[in-house]
């Protein structure tokens, strides 16, 4: 397996665990590029089912990091790094697996953004929610004020995102920002039983089910039904399909392949 410098990927059975191993988002020193790298080879990886995202230390991720030495970076070279970032939150947004956040501290700026880039958001009493980007003259990177807007409508993104404000694990529950609030005792276990759990579905009925929710913005109801069509006529083609009709005929739990 790789060796990173800025993360560490790992596999737990079927899930694909990420590891940050600083508390900022080091653009310069290659965060984006191995983020992305590990991403993709997961994507490619047919015994990666699911995925969780984590960092060890104080922070979930305190976000870029800052530094000023860095300022006199053309707008071109400028534009390069925060495409990347945007890259890598459209990655874990779209990949046909699904991908856990677990926050236990702070998650901000970036860091917040790349969190809520994934399909599942757990979170500790800990955790810590701000999008900072207002207070140094910047706008949301990372994809973070389009994800906001999805996830908690445009007045509440707006107030997050123009004052800068910190958001709590409890105030995040109830935005609609996280999916569970978990005890941090309790955060890798309860995140390792999800990622198992889905995990253990039909890959193929996941990956369309995600890919669905990720086009959904663009469709009209008259696109979307084409799609679910499409997907629940190809679905019903395949061995996953047979054995899950089976085992719910046989009463039993089915032993998806797949295939």
């Known amino acids: 397996m790789t060796e990173y410098n800025n993360i560490r990927l790992e596999m737990d059975g079927q899930v694909a665990v990420l590891t940050m191993l600083h508390e900022t988002m080091d653009v310069y020193g290659g965060f984006c590029e191995e983020m992305q790298s590990a991403l993709d080879g997961i994507v490619e990886d047919p ?5 969780i995202l984590k960092n060890d230390g104080r922070y979930f991720c305190a976000g870029g990091k800052l530094d000023p030495e860095k300022n006199n970076a053309t707008q071109m070279q400028a534009r390069n790094i925060f495409y990347k970032s945007g890259i890598l939150a459209k990655t874990l947004s779209s990949m046909p697996k699904p991908v856990i956040a677990l926050v236990n501290g702070a998650a901000s700026g970036g860091g917040a953004n790349l969190a809520l880039s994934c399909d599942f958001i757990l979170a500790s009493e800990k955790a810590l929610f701000r999008e900072v980007f207002v207070n140094i003259n910047l706008i949301p990177d990372t994809g ?18 123009m004052t800068g404000c910190k958001v709590s694990a409890e105030e995040a529950l109830k935005y609609g920002m996280i999916t569970e609030l978990v005890s941090s005792e309790q955060l890798w276990k309860r995140g390792m039983a999800l990622a198992n759990e889905l995990a253990s579905k039909p890959p193929a009925s996941v990956a369309a089910i995600k890919q669905l929710c990720w086009k959904l913005p663009e469709m009209t109801f008259d696109t979307y039904l084409e799609s679910e069509t499409s997907m629940m006529a190809l679905l019903r083609g395949t061995e996953d399909y047979r054995e899950g009709a089976l085992a719910f005929k046989e009463k039993r739990e089915p032993r998806f392949s797949g295939k």
Do not use: E, F, T, Y
């Open 47 to 51: 015994h990666a089912h699911s995925v």
């Open 144 to 161: 973070g004020l389009w994800n906001l807007v999805r996830l908690i409508g445009p007045m509440r993104a707006k107030q997050l995102c």
